[in-house]
């Protein structure tokens, strides 16, 4: 129980400070996308700190970050967890070798390059098959399951009972030009018929993503979790605001950002 | 080896899938009889007609170790699929053979869905990619004996039918061209490729006034020694099934440009449009395009003379 509230706290302390990692590392004048990236953040910690994916380790689950625009928080991830130092990331960013897309050439921890969109949940299914014990997450953007190839990965999952696939729907209801909060297709009915397992929950409460790990744990089948999320999420001023889907603030503007979480860690 | 080409390329995979456990076979529901009997493995996917999904499983099952075998048509392998091939196999180097079967217009009366007339040089495009192109049994067997041992990503063009006319050829797979010369002082060249080849060497068995090169991979042949063997010839025709710009034609005429070499040439090649004709035979759909034996021959008369 203690250490259940322990690992709460050090995973919302982690995710304030990744947020302000990753507007720093904007302001150093990286290029990424604000509103899409922070509203997978509190996942995407819980995913990589929270013993799901254990990028240290050798023989780990693998993770597809299949909206790959949303990189700038796997970068200061990994900056936080010293698994990249800042001085290669600055040298990488500088020489042109890391920029708005995942590429496993440069970064080991990488597992997929991405950046089209649609194609994760279909290699999620072939490192599925090649990795039997290993859980292989994905985590998709809303807007991304428009994408015929997303249907036919689910179609095949469903009908082969895959059982180690673990696909995360970052609900922002924000494409990059639109408002999409109706999408039908993530009725809970409708995919239901697939007959996988859906959870749905609110992707900013640590503790209802920490009980959706709880209850994959030890089963043996395939889920969709659809996890309710706010673009731009944890600064008001990008919050479903559309002009920072993948927009850039202003220096001053973030400046000010910056300096007001600032005060927290002083 | 009185088999057909198919027959030939496949006993052979299906043979290497049944020894090594990294070997997965993957498909679109396309049937070849040699890997009927063991649609049943684990390691036979068959993803039904959804490419895309085809190419990212096989793009992930090759993460690792593994290496992955896909077949299908030609025309949906390629144009279907092609974000899916340049990003996830080809940006990640990923050892995946794609074969194509049904090349060209082999599959006559299934329309321009059918027609692989530009699915060569579309698949030429993807930098990693390698390109064979296959219509010879002899070749056939020596491609897929070896095909898991040439690195990275290679899509073949398979053709059909019993196609037995070089059988005491030693292909050279590195090298990528083979020159078949029918008379030493030949200046006269026809450079084809795939099914071409073979009514190029039928037509110079019989006038014998020109040599014939079989042009088999397409990316990294040794393109110094092909215009080394060029340059022997005053009169060169390229000769094939593709169009223009979807066959081997540019991939010629650059090599040509860089070296600045300007031989007296033609080209003969299909139309650069979508053929809404149907015929019961490969050879009727070629004489209405005049791209038949006879027509070459009408054709090449006069350039050679």
């Known amino acids: ?266 | 080896m009185n088999k057909d080409i198919r027959d030939i390329f496949f006993d052979n995979i299906r043979n290497k899938f049944l020894k090594d456990s990294k070997i997965f076979i993957l498909t679109n529901d396309a049937d070849v009889y040699s890997l009927q009997r063991i649609k049943n493995h684990k390691r036979f996917i068959d993803t039904g007609v959804a490419e895309q999904n085809l190419i990212n499983i096989a793009a992930g099952l090759s993460h690792s170790t593994n290496k992955s075998l896909i077949y299908g048509f030609c025309t949906f392998l390629t144009f279907r699929c092609y974000e899916q091939l340049k990003f996830n196999v080809g940006s990640h180097n990923l050892n995946c053979k794609i074969v194509g079967v049904g090349p060209g217009y082999s599959f006559s009366n299934d329309g321009p869905t059918h027609h692989a007339i530009q699915d060569l040089y579309l698949i030429y495009l993807i930098p990693e990619f390698e390109i064979y192109n296959i219509a010879d049994n002899n070749l056939a067997n020596q491609l897929s004996e070896n095909i898991f041992n040439i690195s990275g990503p290679i899509y073949i063009r398979l053709d059909k039918g019993i196609l037995n006319y070089n059988s005491n050829e030693k292909y050279n797979l590195k090298k990528g061209f083979a020159l078949k010369k029918k008379y030493q002082k030949n200046k006269n060249l026809i450079i084809t490729s795939g099914y071409f080849n073979k009514i190029a060497n039928d037509l110079s068995d019989e006038m014998k006034n020109f040599d014939v090169l079989n042009l088999f991979r397409l990316k990294n042949f040794n393109k110094s020694m092909f215009l080394n063997t060029c340059q022997k010839y005053k009169n060169i025709i390229i000769y094939d099934e593709n169009t223009f710009f979807g066959g081997i034609t540019p991939i010629i005429q650059s090599i040509f440009y860089e070296y600045k070499y300007s031989p007296k040439f033609k080209v003969i090649c299909s139309p650069e449009k979508q053929l809404f004709k149907y015929a019961k035979s490969r050879n009727e759909i070629l004489k209405l395009l005049k791209l038949d034996k006879l027509s070459l021959k009408k054709q090449i008369y006069n350039f050679f003379i």
Not at chain 1, 44 to 55: N, R
Not at chain 1, 66 to 80: E, R, T, V, W
Not at chain 1, 162 to 175: G, P, Q, V
């Open chain 1, 1 to 266: 129980m203690e250490n259940n509230f322990k690992k709460k706290n050090f995973l919302k302390e982690k995710i304030k400070f990744l947020r302000f990692s990753f507007l720093k590392l904007i302001l150093e004048g990286n290029k990424y996308h604000i509103g899409g990236s922070l509203s997978c953040l509190d996942m995407m910690a819980c995913l990589l700190y929270g013993g799901e994916i254990q990028l240290e380790k050798k023989n780990r689950n693998l993770f597809i970050l299949s909206k790959g625009h949303a990189l700038g928080i796997f970068y200061a991830i990994l900056i936080d967890k010293k698994l990249l130092s800042k001085k290669r990331y600055d040298l990488l960013s500088r020489n042109n070798k890391i920029g708005g897309q995942l590429d496993v050439k440069n970064i080991k921890y990488i597992d997929w390059n991405t950046g089209s969109l649609g194609h994760s949940i279909g290699v999620a299914i072939g490192m599925a098959i090649a990795n039997p014990k290993k859980k292989i997450y994905t985590i998709i953007g809303d807007a991304e399951i428009d994408e015929g190839s997303v249907w036919e990965g689910l179609f095949f999952i469903s009908e082969q009972k895959i059982k180690n696939i673990h696909i995360i729907i970052d609900r922002n209801k924000l494409s990059a030009s639109s408002f999409i909060e109706k999408k039908e297709v993530l009725d809970k009915n409708f995919l239901n018929s697939l007959k996988l397992k859906i959870f749905k929950f609110n992707g900013h409460k640590v503790e209802k993503i920490l009980q959706y790990f709880e209850s994959i744990k030890s089963n043996r089948e395939s889920t969709i979790a659809i996890i309710n999320t706010i673009k731009g999420n944890g600064i008001k001023l990008f919050e479903n605001n559309i002009k920072y889907s993948h927009g850039q603030p202003d220096n001053e503007t973030l400046k000010k950002i910056i300096k007001k979480i600032n005060n927290y860690y002083e």
